[in-house]
């Protein structure tokens, strides 16, 4: 898996996202949702490395921050919905 994405509806909430991860040692980084998702409605995303979604949607969870899906990269560049 090369790279997690966390979509969120708009930019401000892929910011909140990215501030409390951030707070709780998740990086991350804001930006535009790869075209590919963006069909799915969601234009912004927090970009993760490997490994860290599960974390990441357990801090969203706790703080109340609304997202929406959450998709892996293969290393093929195809994307998968996950469930972490």
């Known amino acids: 898996m090369k790279y997690s994405y966390i979509t969120f509806r708009s930019v401000t909430f ?4 990215e ?13 535009r ?4 998702l963006s069909q799915r409605g969601c234009g912004y995303c927090l970009r993760l490395r490997p490994g860290l979604a599960a974390r990441a949607v ?7 921050v609304e997202y929406g899906k959450v998709y892996a990269v293969r290393l093929d560049g195809s994307f998968e919905e996950i469930h972490p």
């Open 19 to 31: 501030r409390v991860l951030k707070q709780a040692g998740v990086d991350c980084a804001v930006q």
């Open 58 to 64: 357990n801090v969203l969870v706790e703080e109340k």
């Open 14 to 17: 892929a910011q909140k996202g």
């Open 33 to 36: 949702t790869p075209k590919e």
